[in-house]
């Protein structure tokens, strides 16, 4: 790795492959599985310095479109999503069996990168994967309001939360559905039931480790 001017050697732990996290430029994942079928993450991409300026509503419409072919690609909906001045935050839930988290980040990053031009991303989002416990749907829903459509308020950007104009929710097939509409989240339920894929919840997974 390289600090300032100066190279430092650094040897990788005595294996075929080191670890991800054994590398200080990389954050810690768990392994790949915990990121596949209907996984339930809180995804955070953060401007490259915290830098502002590239927020408006043609990057709003561009990010739509991007993460509706995501969704597509991947088997994914997204019940809420925020977009703050200088981070992104929003939740990804897979409905699939072959659904790959990972593969979609890789593939909306690739093309926010062109989106966002001058700006760039920081290397690497930041992610939560949420346990079974987690995922109760009163948690989850109070977590989706805390956690991303009430970053705007608590920031004092708007004196009420609704009137962010920069946040919303990407289920395909519902352009108009948005998380501050009264009935949203019994709707949201609803739709989720309906689009998993027979079989998605069954899957065994391993003690919860870094890569």
Not at 13 to 26: E, I, K, L, N, V
Not at 116 to 127: E, G, R, S, V
Not at 154 to 167: C, G, N, S
């Amino acid at each position: 790795m390289v600090i300032g001017q100066n190279r430092v050697k650094a040897r990788a732990p005595d294996s075929d492959m080191a670890s991800r996290s054994f590398f200080g430029h990389y954050l810690p994942r768990l392994r790949r599985e915990f990121y596949m079928a209907d996984a339930v993450v809180f995804w955070t991409l953060t401007i490259h310095d915290r830098k502002t300026g590239w927020l408006d509503q043609q990057f709003h419409q561009s990010i739509r479109e991007l993460m509706l072919h995501a969704d597509a690609r991947e088997g994914l909906i997204c019940p809420a999503y925020c977009l703050m001045p200088d981070h992104i935050h929003f939740v990804w839930m897979g409905l699939n069996v072959s659904t790959d988290q990972r593969s979609a980040m890789k593939f909306l990053r690739t093309y926010l990168a062109i989106a966002l031009k001058p700006f760039t991303l920081q290397h690497q989002a930041y992610d939560r994967v949420l346990t079974e416990e987690d995922r109760i749907r009163s948690k989850f829903t109070l977590a989706c309001v805390e956690y991303v459509l009430l970053n705007p308020w608590k920031a004092e950007l708007v004196t009420k939360p609704e009137e962010w104009q920069f946040l919303g929710a990407m289920i395909p097939g519902y352009p108009d559905c948005h998380p501050f509409s009264p009935k949203y989240w019994p709707w949201f339920w609803q739709r989720y039931a309906e689009m998993k894929e027979d079989g998605v919840e069954q899957r065994k997974l391993p003690r919860r480790e870094m890569e």
